[in-house]
């Protein structure tokens, strides 16, 4: 990928700047390296910097919002519903088993750059672990993330418990899932 530097003179990127982070590729390896865990305030994208700490989601739709300041080309946001498994995400098995789920509907979020997809939830993040299980994508804006995300998920999970005609309830499996993901977070 080209060498873009971060020349935009928001607030926000003149803080990266003066941290030292002058180019996009460098900014992605920073926020790659920032640990997994929800924000303070998931509707302030900008603590992602702050607090050095995000999810896939927060992550991401940071670094989208950069690349938009900051006129970095060709960067979508893209939100996936995956089949969320003890395998392709290590720590959740024990909780799924409990509840006699195979997987659940999970939402993740990633970057596509020039085509390319770039996942940088983790510094161990690899999204061919993740590739063959995508139910559906759709392109989102940094502000979905904070203002339909969580809707679209639970749609997502409502359609495929009534497909399935489990016996559980949606706040029963998001329960299961704030499990989940609450054990990702301390891993």
């Known amino acids: 990928m080209n060498q873009f530097f971060l020349k935009s003179d928001d607030e926000l990127t003149t803080q990266i700047i003066e941290a030292g982070i002058v180019t996009w590729n460098d900014l992605v390896r920073s926020v ?12 302030d994208l900008a603590l992602v910097w702050k607090e050095r700490k995000g999810t896939c989601s927060s992550k991401h739709a940071f670094l989208k919002h950069i690349s938009e300041l900051n006129n970095i080309p060709d960067v979508k946001l893209i939100l996936g519903f995956y089949k969320m498994d003890g395998q392709n995400t290590p720590g959740v098995g024990n909780i799924l088993e409990a509840y006699s789920l195979p997987f659940i509907p999970e939402a993740h979020c ?19 672990v ?12 940094p502000a979905d993330v904070i203002e339909n995300k969580i809707t679209w998920h639970r749609q997502f999970i409502a359609k495929w418990l009534e497909e399935c005609q489990l016996e559980m309830t949606l706040d029963e499996v998001w329960s299961i ?5 609450q054990a990702l977070e301390q891993k």
């Open 32 to 43: 790659q390296n920032f640990h997994y865990a929800r924000n303070a305030n998931r509707c």
């Open 110 to 128: 990633y970057l596509t750059v020039h085509n390319e997809v770039l996942d940088i939830t983790k510094t161990t993040s690899d999204f061919s």
């Open 130 to 141: 993740y590739s063959n299980a995508i139910l559906a994508t759709r392109e989102i804006t």
């Open 177 to 181: 899932r704030e499990r989940c993901i």
